[in-house]
């Protein structure tokens, strides 16, 4: 059976995978989300190697699609790098999903979906302009997934003076069909700039486009990763923490096991925005306001895969199956102290709020059951929290190590329309 996307809005409202994927959004402004589930076999995946399992996976999602045949491709060339599990003591492991080339997990969703989408429009013969706002981790990964893809071009814009001195270094290096722009103003700026464009008359005709976490596109490879940690660790019944703030990860995992997979619980570990696990406690809880914190990626105050997960989960299915959990700055630095000190391990700020919620469950249950700690970013993206947590600066890796010496890319602009329409006209 061939799976199809329906809008969150509107169960009627149908995409192909190659739809959903190329627009992002449907059109009554809902999100895709599948419209039925393959029913896959997890006894009988691969795992040996994590890119054959991801690739018998996917194909249960894209059989009879346009990617059916790109498959194998696409996953050899976009998830090229190592998914290490490392076991810090007998029931708490941690999955590292930071060794692609721009040390987030979000590397995972943006170069699968760059490729399939260069894959859907060099069939097409269409083309697009991807246009992303950052202030933190999707730029780069965006930017370093879609370089060099054709019929894509990049444009991301982030705030001057707003990203750290390692993520503006990230996202500036030059890369080909890829243009950073530097505004003179706030994220919310950027924001507001990508969105105007969207509705700007002087620019329609140009086939504009996002690679948000709101593209489903992202979320099915971001499922590889729940698989093959059951898998390797042959473990059914494992606890995953998830450090939140889209709620893409954790929506993805609940697909995951929509699809099979089976788990013993998903656990939504947020920071101090903490909109979802209130909601998990009191469903007439509101959307916050953003709040800043050191864990700065998830720094979201209305989840935009909230509506996702409750399209996809009745209210009580959702609360057997996740619990949240929130983490202050206080303690997500206590976090990071305390995983060092007892392990030896140098956790990320936004690992470390995982890993204080799993802390937290096992007190709570007195429980031996394994807990995954999904650790979202490299530690060496952080050097000034690792600095005042642990009084050590991270280690360089490799990815970071190269860009020192690279070429940059940048442009200077204000924050008004007509300067980003003229860049886009200019394309
Ligand atoms: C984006 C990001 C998150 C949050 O992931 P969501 O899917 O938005 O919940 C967590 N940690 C890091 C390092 C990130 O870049």
Redo the contacts with the bound molecule.
Sequence with gaps: MMISFCSTRDPALLASAGEALEVGLASDGGLFIPQSFPTIDVAALPSESFQEMAKMWLHAWLKGTEFEKDISSVVDDALNFSVPIYRLDENTAVLELFHGPTL???DYGARTMARLLGQRLARTGGNRIILVATS???GSAVADGFAGIDGIQVVLLYPSGGVSEIQERQLIVERPNVQALRVKGSFDDCQQLVKGAFADPALVGIPLSTAN?INIGRLLPQMLYYVWAVKHLQNNDIEFYV????????TAGVMTHLAGLSVHGLRAAHNANDFYPAFLLDPSTAFGSTIQTL?N??D?GAPSNFERLQALLNPAKMRQLIQGEVVSDQDTIASMQRVYEQYGYLADP?TAVGLEASRRFRLKSGEERLHVILS??HPAKFPEVCERALGIKPVEPAQLAALRDASTNVVDIGAQREHLASVLLGL
């Design positions: 987030s997990f979000k933190g981790d999707t976490s450090p939140s703030g889209n709620l893409g990860n954790m864990s990626a998830m979201v936004h979202t970013a």
